[in-house]
């Protein structure tokens, strides 16, 4: 059936409709409306089918000493002191300290992996270990050259730059 | 006091009366009235929270407040309106506190509704099969009521199983009542779409 205007107005409606909790004659107007459109009495169906299935909840109940427990705690000294405090302290900071020291760990990690994995002889300044040579550091800085002796690079530019007389 | 008595006395006074004794030290009163709604009290928490034996903790710190604030109560709206207002504040703070236990809670996957702490509780399902049919629907409906936002959750809970009027419900929560009714109108929405199975 096709949508109206009217229908969408009450479309909006049917939920505080289906609460009860409208004016009496918009109650009635609504429930009149539902008789005579299709459309929206399904929709309002769905809405009492969710009502239904909600229903299929479990209730519990409690034991029958819950009477006394609650007066236990009642009658119960509220806990004082500087122990429960600092519980509940560390308590509410629990979640904090937790991520503080997992912070913590990963810098001392991050420093040691850092001490030991970065090789010492790409090192310029610091540490200088036994048979160190400023050739080799030298030599170590070629690394970043356009073409490094040695490579296919390098041997290109070699050739590019021939001149017959270089051949002695 | 013989049962008979007790039975009249607990028909015989309203709430709001039974608090004025409260204040007064009657603890007798005090066991009326915590017998008269321990059941709501724990349902609602029971279906905010979703864990049982949280939930009788919760519902005996709400108990507990009721005989600490007997002092001060004001009978200025209905009892239940009173304490659900209780209730639900106390849900809302466990909540908050909950979040700081998601560690917890994410070793312990299928937490919500769960079984623990059963043999405090009677066991209402008549066969096995009932039971294993009835806790799957049981724990769908949970799951999809616990997906809501809390405010939507409260109203719902508070709308369905303790059917308060719209003016209730905003004054448990502290909000106005087209508050209420939107909060009730997305809540349908979505239980609408996550329980579609069940409508068909």
């Known amino acids: 059936m096709r949508q109206t205007m009217k229908c969408h107005r009450i479309r909006k409606k049917l939920s505080v409709y289906q609460d009860r909790e409208l004016k009496p004659e918009e109650q009635e107007a609504i429930s009149g409306h539902l008789q005579s459109c299709q ?39 509220p806990e004082r002191g500087l122990l429960p405090a600092l519980q509940r302290g560390f308590q509410l900071l629990r979640a904090q300290a937790i991520a503080s020291v997992l912070l913590a760990v990963g810098i001392l990690v991050g420093i040691y992996l850092g001490d030991v994995m970065v090789r010492s002889d790409f090192l310029p300044f610091g540490q200088t270990p036994a048979g160190y040579l400023q050739e080799t550091f030298l030599d170590s800085l070629r690394a970043f050259d356009p073409a490094p002796p040695g490579t296919l690079a390098h041997g290109y530019l070699q050739m590019a730059g021939y001149k017959g007389d270089e051949i002695k | 006091m013989p049962k008979n008595g007790r039975e009249a006395v607990d028909q015989e006074f309203s709430s709001e009366e039974l608090m004025a004794r409260i204040a007064e030290g009657d603890e007798y009163a ?7 709604h321990q059941t709501s009290v724990l349902n609602l928490i029971y279906r905010f929270i979703g864990d049982r034996v949280q939930a009788k903790d919760l519902c005996q710190e709400v108990f507990l407040r009721v005989w600490q604030a007997a002092g001060s109560y004001k009978p200025e709206a209905k009892f239940t309106t009173w ?42 399902s008549p066969s096995a ?53 939107s909060l009730l109108v997305r809540a349908k929405r979505t239980l609408q779409e996550k329980l579609k199975f069940f409508q068909k």
């Not at chain 1, 009495?41 to 089918?49: H, I, K, L, N, V």
């Not at chain 2, 304490?83 to 996957?109: D, G, M, V």
């Not at chain 2, 719902?156 to 209730?168: A, C, F, Q, T």
Request: charged share 30%; with cysteine; glycine share 4%.
């Open chain 2, 129 to 181: 099969e009932d039971l294993v049919l009835a806790q799957e629907r049981n724990q769908q409906i949970a799951e999809a009521l616990q997906s809501l936002p809390e405010k939507q959750r409260m109203a719902m809970i508070l709308k369905r199983y303790d059917d308060l009027s719209y003016g209730e419900i905003a004054r448990v929560l502290g909000c106005s009542i087209s508050a209420v009714d």
């Open chain 2, 30 to 36: 005090f066991e009326i009235l915590v017998h008269r």
């Open chain 1, 39 to 77: 459309s929206c009495r399904e929709q309002y169906a769905e809405f009492e089918r969710l009502w239904q299935t909600l229903g299929g909840i479990e209730e519990i109940d409690l034991g029958p000493w819950f009477y006394r427990q609650v007066v236990e705690r009642i009658k119960k000294p």
């Open chain 2, 83 to 124: 304490i659900y207002r209780i209730t639900a504040n106390l849900c809302f703070n466990e909540l908050k506190a909950s979040r700081h236990k998601k560690w917890s809670q994410f070793l312990r996957p299928g937490a919500n509704y769960e079984t623990r702490g059963e043999e405090d509780l009677p066991d209402r």
